[in-house]
């Protein structure tokens, strides 16, 4: 009995592996990649409270980002430049102030003009909803 309890949780953990590894996989060759090298991921509660995090996987020639947060309705709710190559940031969202709404995060490459947009509320929990990747 003890063995098959065992087994189960090496093929738990081998999952497991297998999932987080592949999260973070860089493109093959051949494939083509991001517009903007960014993700948004959740990443659990605090409190009740859902936390996402953004992760930035950028190189010398693309590290200069704006990331901008707004709701519904076009209203700014955050907003701030960073300069940085590769780097990741925590957001947890206060469901008492935002309730039901639907929150944009909108992820800017400052150097090629390129964007990423995902959309979350307080429900999502499997990851991010990418928008559209969009260029100019």
Request: charged share 25%; net charge positive; proline share 3%.
């Amino acid at each position: 009995m003890k063995k098959i309890f065992r087994n189960n949780r090496i093929i738990a953990i081998a999952f497991m592996t297998f999932f987080s590894a592949s999260a973070f996989a860089t493109p093959k060759a051949g494939e083509p990649e991001k517009d903007v090298p960014v993700s948004l991921s959740y990443a659990g509660n605090i409190q009740e409270q859902p936390l996402f995090q953004l992760s930035f996987f950028g190189n010398k020639e693309n590290d200069d980002f704006t990331i901008i947060i707004s709701d519904t309705w076009g209203n700014r709710l955050y907003r701030e430049n960073i300069k940085a190559e590769n780097f990741s940031k925590k957001f947890l969202l206060n469901t008492e102030e935002i309730g039901d709404e639907t929150l944009t995060f909108e992820v800017i490459s400052n150097k090629t003009g390129k964007k990423v947009q995902y959309e979350i509320n307080r429900f999502t929990r499997t990851g991010a909803i990418a928008l559209a990747m969009v260029s100019k």
